[in-house]
């Protein structure tokens, strides 16, 4: 069984903050989200992928050299077709709505709602180990 741990009422998390991967292959920011960055127009934000988890990333500064932004206009809404295919989203099914699910080194990061898919192996000893 898991271990409980509590959440404030006023946690980030309990907001609508969002994105959504659509069908088109865009990622779009939810009303909520583009207030809490103070986007008003065209803006250019880094966007992270984890692989281990599926999870992304989105920030309005990088520390690493030579990576572009991608360019979001003013209605949150980002081409990235190359990106979402390259990690892994099947986005063309139907759009993805991925929930905040807090900030890490000052990227704010979403995941998929629902439990997360771990597979196991058992090794010669009996234990299991994650792949």
């Not at 006023?10 to 069908?23: Q, V």
């Not at 934000?45 to 520390?63: S, T, W």
């Amino acid at each position: 069984m898991g271990k409980l741990k509590p959440i404030s009422k006023t946690d980030k998390r309990m907001s609508d903050i969002s994105i959504t991967l659509d069908k088109q292959g865009r990622i779009c920011l939810s009303a909520a989200f583009r207030k809490e960055l103070k986007l008003e127009d065209k803006a250019p934000l880094f966007v992270f992928h984890d692989e281990e988890y599926g999870r992304i990333g989105i920030a309005q500064k990088c520390d690493e050299e030579g990576v572009e932004p991608h360019i979001f206009d003013s209605r949150g809404y980002c081409q990235a077709k190359a990106f979402l295919s390259w990690c892994g989203f099947n986005y063309k099914d139907g759009a993805i709505r991925m929930l905040f699910e807090g900030m890490e080194d000052g990227i704010y990061v979403f995941a998929e709602p629902g439990r997360r898919h771990v597979e196991l192996k058992q090794g010669k000893n009996g234990d299991l180990e994650r792949r």
